[in-house]
């Protein structure tokens, strides 16, 4: 054996085998004769020549391009704690050395504390890890060291709180990598507690402080002013101290009632109301905030709150590039739990409606409210029709089917309706209805910047539903004739199928709608973009709902004939005739469209002068292929059968203008485009109480003026004036403005 190897090879196990059986019960020193190879490894890299590399067959470019540095301060986490002068410090170590204390805390510690943990929780939210955010306070490691019950309430409130977090999250799954993260590190969430058990805890420190502060208000005024500064100061120690303990208890009860729990029985107004007080105590915490000590400087000159290590749980990290934690200071804090209560107020509150429809509508809305993950996850719980019991689902989707376009199949009026075949049919549909529409829902509970990716991938799901919903149509069609030769000529076309396309149009009027909020449009590629939102999407769009409005119309006609055989009545006819002419289930999503629409083609027709009058700059034609551009941008409506894709050659045909007897100039065009802004004015003033409509109505106003000043043709007014598409007001469609 070669004396230079080692007595015992070194294992990545701190602990050799043979301790562990033979010597279990007789610990002694563990001994490692390490041989230092470094000379050795040189010599052998001196003999080989320039540009050879030794390789291990699995060890991939992909590896070494991904690799780290081990112990190099600039790449290796673990490094991090290493530079510090201070001694990092454990719960246990910070005890006996009293760095930190177990009773006799003032009202101002208290409030430190607890306002520094609340900001790690909304730094966890934010997507860091739990061992950097929330576990860097010591004493959520040991609560049960805790002499003090206030602090002690409050940290099982807090491990309960984030315990319900995740579970919630988990129980959504709309979240990803950057969103959050569930690793847990074998931390301790006060399982052998209950959450009744937590909150009762709190409600009895909340009493504790009710007496404080009562026995407080009770003593006898003293004539010294500062006697009573020091009695106010203290009884505003208490009731902010009070006032995080109820805010704690009242996020957890709350949240403990969102979802399939043993407390979830409660109904949503008491729900609401927790959130309600949530907010009212908040108010009181902000007055409360300045009462905050000071944080103390470690030798690193870094700032820390006492109770709070920073690097306390650095080598539970993996061994990555290092990430310096940003948690949110405590006057952000209040302002994050503000937007919170307000979100988790509308889900509570219940979507514009009771409809499948409107909780679609709301939840689509929700989505683009930049919320938080557990917003978003809640949210999710609430409304996914997968939660409602039983058939509750599958008769939601009959509802709006019925709602939308009235189908004669789902009439009971209709004598062919109970047959099996029909009802087998009209079934099969309805349940595969129901899975598309959940990832539907799932979709819109995802971040905004993911929903567009899975917005594309979901689209294939709606593509089936469509085809296989006309095909039902085509069948009960043909039952119906079978069942009736002899009667009126009836169809059952464009029916299921025209549910599930207008579906599939807004799913792909919001891809293409998202790619503006999230900016990844250039100005030179905005024409195209526009004019296929217009051509395309927003006309199919108008024509369905035109359609389904006159379905809804003949089924109204068909029940009043069929009263009026029973009755007789020809004055309730006519007042049924005044009400539907009056309450058109599709007239303002069809003036909205026809808003839409105008604002497109104003916005694509201002769009090619600009670019014809050099107003905005385009890419050298020798490095640019506009083909590639614009099939990249509609990759996912390849898969979508109606509205049929058009291509980059159908485009430029159907855009050519060289076949026209007179080229537009761009004057011409500005003209043409005044008058589509001058359409899309009267549209949003037909529908003065909706928030988006006026944002649209000050896009058109402000458009119309532009385009109207440059149709007159080139001034010294606007021919050196540069062109801004300012995307601020509405998320679609931008205001034009001429800038220096």
Same mark, same amino acid.
């Given at each position: !054996?070669?004396?230079?190897?080692?007595?015992?090879?070194?294992?990545?196990?701190?602990?050799?085998?043979?301790?562990?059986?033979?010597?279990?019960?007789?610990?002694?020193?563990?001994?490692?004769?390490?041989?230092?190879v470094t000379e050795s490894f040189k010599e052998a890299c001196n003999t080989l020549e320039s540009g050879v590399l030794v390789k291990e067959q699995n060890f991939t470019l992909y590896e070494a391009m991904s690799a780290i540095e081990m112990m190099d301060p600039k790449m290796d986490?673990?490094?991090?704690?290493?530079?510090?002068?201070?001694?990092?410090?454990?719960?246990?170590?910070?005890?006996?050395?009293?760095?930190?204390?177990?009773?006799?805390?003032?009202?101002?510690?208290?409030?430190? !504390?607890?306002?520094?943990?609340?900001?790690c929780i909304l730094s966890?939210?934010?997507?860091?890890?739990?061992?950097?955010?929330?576990?860097?306070?010591?004493?959520?490691?040991?609560?049960?060291?805790?002499?003090?019950?206030?602090?002690?309430?409050?940290?099982?409130?807090?491990?309960?709180?984030?315990?319900?977090?995740?579970?919630?999250?988990?129980?959504?799954?709309?979240?990803?990598?950057?969103?959050?993260?569930?690793?847990?590190?074998?931390?301790?969430?006060?399982?052998?507690?209950?959450t009744t058990r937590v909150i009762g805890m709190m409600r009895e420190?909340?009493?504790?402080?009710?007496?404080?502060?009562?026995?407080?208000?009770?003593?006898?005024?003293?004539?010294?002013?500062?006697?009573?500064?020091?009695?106010?100061?203290?009884?505003?120690?208490?009731?902010?101290?009070?006032?995080?303990?109820?805010?704690?208890?009242?996020?957890?009860?709350?949240?403990?009632?969102?979802?399939?729990?043993?407390?979830?029985?409660?109904?949503?107004?008491?729900?609401?109301?927790g959130f309600v007080q949530m907010a009212e105590n908040l108010k009181i915490m902000k007055k409360t905030a300045p009462l905050h000590v000071d944080t103390t400087k470690s030798d690193d000159n870094q700032s820390l709150v006492p109770g709070f290590e920073p690097l306390l749980n650095q080598?539970?990290?993996?061994?990555?590039?290092?990430?310096?934690?940003?948690?949110?200071?405590?006057?952000?804090?209040?302002?994050?739990?503000?937007?919170?209560?307000?979100?988790?107020?509308l889900i509570t509150s219940g979507a514009q409606g009771n409809s499948f429809q409107g909780i679609l509508n709301f939840v689509t809305q929700f989505s683009r409210s930049n919320s938080c993950v557990l917003t978003r996850s809640l949210a999710q719980i609430h409304f996914t029709p997968a939660r409602l019991p039983g058939n509750q689902a599958v008769d939601a989707i009959r509802d709006s089917l019925k709602a939308f376009n009235a189908p004669p199949c789902l009439s009971i009026r209709n004598a062919f309706y109970l047959q099996p075949n029909v009802k087998l049919c009209v079934e099969t549909f309805l349940s595969q209805a129901l899975m598309a529409m959940v990832k539907v829902f799932q979709v819109y509970g995802h971040n905004y910047a993911r929903q567009r990716e899975k917005l594309a991938m979901i689209l294939e799901s709606l593509t089936v539903l469509q085809e296989y919903g006309d095909r039902c149509d085509a069948e009960i069609?043909?039952?119906?004739?079978?069942?009736?030769?002899?009667?009126?000529?009836?169809?059952?076309?464009?029916?299921?199928?025209?549910?599930?396309?207008?579906?599939?149009?807004?799913?792909?009027i919001e891809y293409v709608t998202s790619g503006f909020v999230l900016k990844l449009y250039s100005n030179h590629e905005l024409h195209y973009i526009y004019w296929y939102l217009s051509e395309v999407l927003l006309n199919w769009l108008l024509q369905t709902l035109n359609r389904a409005d006159s379905q809804l119309l003949y089924d109204e006609n068909m029940n009043e004939q069929a009263e009026l055989r029973?009755?007789?009545?020809?004055?309730?006819?006519?007042?049924?005739?005044?009400?539907?002419?009056?309450?058109?289930?599709?007239?303002?999503?069809?003036t909205v469209t026809q808003a839409w629409l105008a604002l497109g083609w104003g916005t694509f027709k201002a769009i090619l002068g600009f670019t014809m009058a050099g107003k905005l700059s385009c890419p050298d034609m020798h490095f640019d292929n506009e083909s590639i551009r614009y099939e990249h941008r509609f990759a996912p409506f390849y898969c979508v059968t109606t509205p049929p894709y058009l291509t980059y050659k159908q485009y430029r045909v159907m855009t050519d203008t060289t076949n026209c007897q007179k080229q537009p100039s761009p004057e011409d065009l500005y003209l043409s485009s005044s008058r589509h802004f001058a359409a899309a004015k009267t549209y949003c003033e037909s529908?003065?109480?909706?928030?988006?409509?006026?944002?649209?109505?000050?896009?058109?106003?402000?458009?119309?003026?532009?385009?109207?000043?440059?149709?007159?043709?080139?001034?010294?007014?606007?021919?050196?004036?540069?062109?801004?598409?300012?995307?601020?007001?509405?998320?679609?469609?931008?205001?034009?403005?001429?800038t220096q």
């Open positions: !054996m070669d004396d230079n190897l080692p007595a015992e090879t070194p294992s990545c196990s701190p602990v050799p085998s043979q301790y562990l059986e033979e010597n279990c019960f007789n610990p002694t020193p563990l001994v490692y004769n390490w041989v230092d986490s673990w490094m991090i704690g290493q530079k510090v002068k201070r001694k990092i410090l454990s719960f246990v170590d910070s005890i006996e050395q009293g760095v930190i204390q177990l009773d006799d805390f003032t009202s101002d510690e208290l409030i430190l !504390m607890m306002d520094h943990c609340h900001g966890w939210l934010d997507g860091q890890s739990l061992a950097q955010t929330v576990f860097t306070f010591l004493y959520l490691h040991e609560p049960t060291e805790i002499k003090s019950r206030c602090l002690k309430a409050f940290c099982f409130g807090v491990l309960k709180l984030c315990d319900t977090i995740m579970e919630k999250i988990d129980k959504a799954r709309v979240f990803e990598e950057e969103d959050f993260q569930l690793l847990r590190y074998r931390f301790k969430f006060a399982c052998e507690l209950s420190v909340e009493d504790e402080y009710g007496r404080l502060i009562r026995s407080t208000k009770s003593k006898p005024q003293s004539a010294n002013a500062d006697s009573d500064d020091e009695v106010n100061k203290l009884l505003a120690g208490y009731d902010g101290v009070l006032r995080r303990i109820k805010f704690l208890r009242l996020f957890l009860q709350s949240l403990t009632c969102f979802g399939g729990s043993k407390m979830s029985d409660l109904p949503a107004q008491n729900i609401s109301k080598r539970l990290l993996p061994p990555t590039f290092p990430r310096y934690t940003k948690l949110h200071s405590i006057s952000d804090m209040y302002d994050i739990y503000e937007g919170i209560i307000e979100r988790l107020l069609s043909e039952m119906m004739k079978r069942f009736d030769p002899e009667g009126e000529p009836v169809n059952h076309l464009a029916y299921l199928g025209g549910w599930s396309l207008y579906h599939t149009l807004k799913i792909m029973k009755t007789r009545s020809n004055k309730k006819s006519k007042r049924n005739k005044k009400k539907t002419v009056r309450d058109r289930e599709h007239a303002r999503e069809i529908v003065p109480d909706c928030q988006d409509m006026q944002k649209l109505l000050l896009v058109a106003k402000t458009n119309l003026v532009v385009t109207k000043i440059l149709s007159g043709g080139p001034s010294p007014l606007t021919e050196k004036k540069k062109i801004n598409l300012d995307f601020s007001t509405h998320r679609a469609f931008p205001i034009i403005k001429m």
